[in-house]
């Protein structure tokens, strides 16, 4: 299976702030890789797919980059709403797994 | 715009088994893949299979791999995921996804408790 690592684990951060998330994957997966905000009681939501590009409906705040192993998901300007946590997925082969996500927090 | 509606919460015994359904509504049901996605207590997301219905043949992680089948139904557009001989890991808020590879859309959950 190929493993996703996602750093750092939890973040704080202040409304403004630009931020940035990294994932990593055990071997190449081009760029099969999606970018995943999810908040408790809630399903998760797609923000960026095949790496970069950015889900309609999703400030453009948000953008995604990388291919190959190593990804970035970067929100520009911090929103109060933009907390929660933030989860890649690569979708390149079956099983399609998930990093451990990353759990954005007001500072 | 698709739209995704899960059955309700559930509570089973260890060693019982579970069965969730995945209503889809707005789109082409058919040619696209659901997927089933988990989220246990503190944990992250983690795949579990997922099927296009057109081809009916589903695939599984080997992490459930002989407990889990999913189905669907077309003539209800209707997915279903079923988790067999159920322990306490398997505590979880199970969703289903759809749109293909990218996951476009969630239904709203469903939580699934095990416990004696």
């Known amino acids: 299976d190929i493993q996703m690592t996602q750093s750092p684990s939890s973040l704080s951060a202040s409304v403004g702030d630009r931020v940035t998330i990294t994932c990593r994957a055990s071997q190449s997966i081009s760029s099969y890789l999606n970018w995943f905000q999810h908040k408790p009681g809630k399903a998760p939501k797609l923000l960026i797919y095949?790496?970069?590009s950015l889900q309609s409906g999703v400030p453009s705040t948000f953008s995604g980059s990388g291919s190959g192993t190593d990804f970035t998901l970067t929100i520009s300007s911090l929103q109060p709403e933009d907390f929660a946590t933030y989860s890649c997925q690569q979708i390149y082969t079956t099983p399609y797994t998930f990093g451990q996500g990353t759990k954005l927090e007001i500072k | 715009q698709v739209q995704l509606v899960q059955s309700g919460a559930e509570v089973k015994k260890p060693g019982s088994s579970v069965k969730v359904s995945c209503k889809a509504s707005?789109?082409?049901?058919?040619?696209?893949?659901i997927n089933w996605v988990r989220q246990a207590p503190g944990q992250g997301l983690e795949w579990m299979g997922g099927i296009i219905p057109i081809f009916g043949r589903a695939t599984y992680a080997q992490n459930f791999q002989g407990r889990v089948t999913i189905t669907t139904d077309e003539t209800t557009s209707t997915a279903y995921m079923e988790l067999s001989s159920l322990r306490s890991e398997d505590t979880a808020v199970y969703y289903c996804?759809?749109?293909?590879?990218?996951?476009?859309?969630w239904g709203q959950g469903t939580l699934v408790t095990v416990s004696s």
């Open positions: 996804a759809s749109g293909g590879i990218r996951f476009d859309y």
């Open positions: 707005g789109g082409t049901f058919s040619s696209y893949a």
């Open positions: 095949a790496a970069s």
